[in-house]
């Protein structure tokens, strides 16, 4: 626990505003009895608990200070609380508006190591104590430490350690991604493993392709080469780009049939787990949906609907109505055309739908595919290698359902997607 303690001069005055008498000839203390993890998701609770010696005095009240990255975004004032010397800040609400997504990685076909910009940050609160607007800020204490943009199911934040996902060297932690740890990819995809690393100790990728008997082609070790250049300082969360798209012809060869990711420390000891790709070359008729969507942990997952698929165009129009005729100003006479149009429309929207269909997934991946229909941001990849072909889209599904083998020995999952961005005809 944080305490910070100070010996108030032999002094007492009177309040102006008040009849009572503050004797300053005490020993005041702050004690954060408790507060987030040294890493925490920034759209989960980050409570803090601060007692202090003051909390009895009439008027107080505890001020607490929520800075971002140096910059003071809140000042709030907190009562203590009925049951005790103490007060409880939960700052999370006064941090979510600084930390966002980023999908640009994907969308531009980034190679190698990428900074994964405004999902990880610093942050500080500072607590100090006030009696009748009076501030004692000579009692002051500050916390420190790291958010990040995941949102995590109740179950799973009362159960996070922010040390399983912290890749430091002689462990070997998790990427960020809730996917199963062996996924389908086909040629010319893209795809990211998501990863942080507080003491920036992710120094290498290691690639390791193998054949279709399982023997291995070849290693390739690619280095961060982030760490120690411009953008150090905002280095701690990283995307790695790893999709057949991202990693080129001269690592996947025709020959190869799946390949594995892994994270290295600076004396090529491995630091994070190994994640495998299967590449699928199979033959399809339909066209192929590859969406990347944003998951629990702040980053982009991928995944490609193979099946057959439907598309169709939904109309939205706006009208009023008007006379049809007009008044021939030569003979005074009311007139009609034939052309006439009675009702106007003055508005056209357009929005283009999609039923898309998975082919046939497993129940880990139904599992996991959960997390794509409730995403706030999903994005439509029509081709890597054009920056103008990634495209916004929303799932419409309001409910989902986690198949299972028990029930369904072979399953697929239908969805329907439409264009987050309309199209709008003339108005007239």
């Known amino acids: 626990m944080l305490n910070a303690k100070c010996q108030m001069p032999n002094a007492s005055r009177t309040q102006k505003s008040s009849n009572q008498t503050i004797n300053k000839n005490f020993l005041m203390s702050i004690t954060l009895h408790d507060r987030p993890q040294t890493l925490t998701p920034v759209y989960n609770d980050m409570m803090f608990i601060a007692g202090s010696t003051l909390a009895s005095q009439q008027y107080f009240k505890m001020v607490v200070k929520v800075y971002h990255g140096g910059t003071l975004l809140k000042t709030l004032k907190y009562d203590k609380w009925p049951t005790g010397d103490f007060v409880q800040a939960d700052v999370h609400r006064m941090l979510e508006p600084s930390y966002n997504f980023v999908i640009d990685n994907l969308a531009l076909g980034h190679t190698n190591f990428q900074i994964a910009h405004v999902t990880l940050s610093n942050y500080s609160v500072t607590f100090t104590e006030e009696i009748n607007n009076t501030s004692i ?91 120690g250049g411009t953008s150090d300082g905002i280095s701690r969360s990283l995307d790695f780009m790893c999709g057949t798209h991202n990693l080129g012809g001269t690592i996947i060869t025709d020959s190869v049939h799946s390949y594995t990711v892994q994270m290295l420390d600076v004396s090529d000891n491995p630091i994070s787990e190994i994640f495998t790709f299967e590449i699928d070359r199979e033959c ?145």
């Open 137 to 227: 800020s000579s009692g002051m204490i500050t916390a420190t430490g790291y958010a990040f943009n995941a949102s995590l199911k109740y179950l799973d934040w009362i159960n996070f350690d922010y040390t399983q996902y912290n890749l430091t060297t002689g462990t070997q932690k998790s990427f960020l991604t809730n996917a199963p740890r062996t996924l389908k990819i086909r040629d010319g995809e893209a795809a990211s493993l998501s990863l942080i690393s507080l003491n920036k100790e992710a120094k290498k990728a290691l690639i390791t392709t193998y054949n279709a008997a399982g023997g291995v082609i070849n290693t390739y070790p690619i280095s961060n080469g982030i760490y």
């Open 284 to 428: 399809s008729r339909h066209d192929m949906f590859r969406l990347h969507f944003l998951n629990r942990w702040g980053r982009f997952d991928s995944f490609t609907f193979k099946g057959q698929h439907k598309q169709t165009t939904n109309f939205k129009r706006s009208e009023y109505q008007r006379f049809t005729g007009y008044t021939d100003l030569t003979g005074l006479t009311w007139e009609n055309t034939s052309y006439a149009r009675g009702n106007v429309v003055f508005d056209t929207e357009e929005t283009e739908v999609y039923n898309i269909s998975t082919g046939w997934i497993s129940e880990e991946e139904s599992q996991w595919l959960q997390e794509l229909v409730g995403s706030p941001a999903v994005y439509w990849q029509i081709d890597p290698a054009d920056t103008k072909k990634t495209i916004a889209v929303r799932i419409t599904e309001n409910s989902y359902e986690v198949k299972k083998y028990a029930n369904k020995k072979l399953f697929s999952l239908n969805l329907t997607m439409e264009l987050a961005q309309p199209n709008y005809r003339q108005r007239v």
